[in-house]
């Protein structure tokens, strides 16, 4: 290669210094093919493959519950939607809302409840047709629900589940988010989030949700993209007027006890652990608890609700059997269904109450 003469040298390098001041540019929006790689773990978030409700308005009818009441539901972003019996319409009805899976204490369930028939809360699930008495009745089985932070939304605007890109520049814009168009598998860089500007969303809430979509589980934002440009081109900022965040899974999941929906079984490796000594009580609730794989040699007795002794309460654990009390258990104390405790006395066989011996048996 013949070298460069010298009058072209301070051309040359003069390149090369504009060259390297350049920004350097990042994939613009309209530029993403949707690479996994790049959404890998957006999709573990469940924002994809997944079918999110809103209600749209209360069930008014009149009749005996639970084949009236509740509410109508749609998806989000779309114009019609599958219901639980195989119809498609604008909406769906679902008379049972059931938020069981959740693990929820009774009062957040009832909050949430009402958040949700106030459209003021998303839920991802699925419409199902659940067994009431010989009748089908259309249910909407939830496994994750999002409550709005500002109970605020604007009128037009679509639903987006939003996580980081784990993408980081040095010039803007940059993608440091991606987006999925909820009940839709459209996902697309973002390059800017506000949620100040559309929304009565106070500091410390806008404070709670990018706390929830940058050290949590993601966000859902309601709202309108614009075009935004800078040094590295042009990109897109998405203005909420709305955002939610997950509502946390409580504790162990509910199971046993009357009502509808029922409650759900047990996984597999778990059981329906019961209070102690409720074993007469068909509407007793429980929650579900794993079964031991192993047990101490121990003796220290116990009385499960099936009237066995077991060793321990490992051991009675293991047997998938509610407790009744410490204790061996005594034949010459059954009381009808139940187990007294010994010193107590059998007051009535039929409905298997016990009393202490300090108290009368009532007529």
Not at 96 to 104: E, K, P
Not at 338 to 357: E, K, M, Q, S, V
Request: hydrophobic share 35%; charged share 20%.
């Amino acid at each position: 290669m013949r070298p460069l003469l010298p009058s072209l040298r301070p051309l040359f390098f003069a390149a090369l210094l504009a060259f390297a001041a350049m920004p350097i540019l990042v994939p613009r929006a309209a530029e993403v093919t949707g690479d996994p790689g790049a959404f890998g773990e957006l999709i573990e978030t469940g924002f994809e493959n997944a079918t999110f409700y809103r209600a749209t308005r209360p069930d008014p009818r009149l009749c005996p519950a639970p084949f009236c009441g509740g509410f109508f539901v749609e998806r989000v972003n779309r114009k019609r939607t599958l219901c639980a019996d195989g119809t498609k319409g604008a909406e769906c009805h679902a008379a049972i809302v059931d938020f069981s899976r959740l693990g929820l204490d009774p009062a957040t369930e009832a909050q949430l409840l009402a958040d949700f028939g106030a459209g003021r809360a998303l839920a991802r699930g699925s419409l199902v047709e659940e067994d009431f008495g010989g009748t089908p009745v259309p249910t909407l089985v939830v496994d994750q629900a999002w409550r709005g932070v500002t109970g605020t939304r604007a009128d037009r605007g679509r639903w987006f589940g939003l996580r980081p890109s784990g993408i980081a520049c040095i010039t803007h814009p940059c993608p440091v988010l991606v987006r999925v168009k909820l009940n839709s598998l459209r996902r697309r860089f973002l390059h800017a989030l506000d949620l100040s500007t559309a929304s009565d969303a106070t500091s410390s809430e806008i404070q709670e949700g990018f706390d929830s979509l940058y050290q949590g589980p993601g966000l859902i934002a309601f709202g309108k993209t614009r075009k935004i440009t800078g040094p590295a081109g042009s990109g897109r900022e998405l203005v909420a007027s709305e955002f939610y965040t997950k509502v946390g899974e409580g504790g162990p999941m509910a199971c046993g006890g009357f009502g509808y929906p029922p409650k759900p079984e047990c996984a597999e490796g778990e059981f329906c652990e019961q209070p102690p000594g409720s074993c007469l009580l068909a509407d007793g609730l429980g929650e579900c608890q794993p079964i031991p794989d192993a047990c101490p040699a121990v003796f220290d007795p116990v009385c499960g609700c099936d009237g066995v002794t077991y060793g321990n309460d490992c051991e009675r654990q293991m047997a998938g059997v509610a407790l009744d009390f410490e204790g061996a258990c005594s034949p010459a104390q059954q009381c009808g269904w139940n187990t007294c405790a010994p010193g107590t006395t059998c007051c009535n066989p039929l409905l298997g109450i016990c009393t202490p011996p300090e108290q009368a048996c009532s007529q």
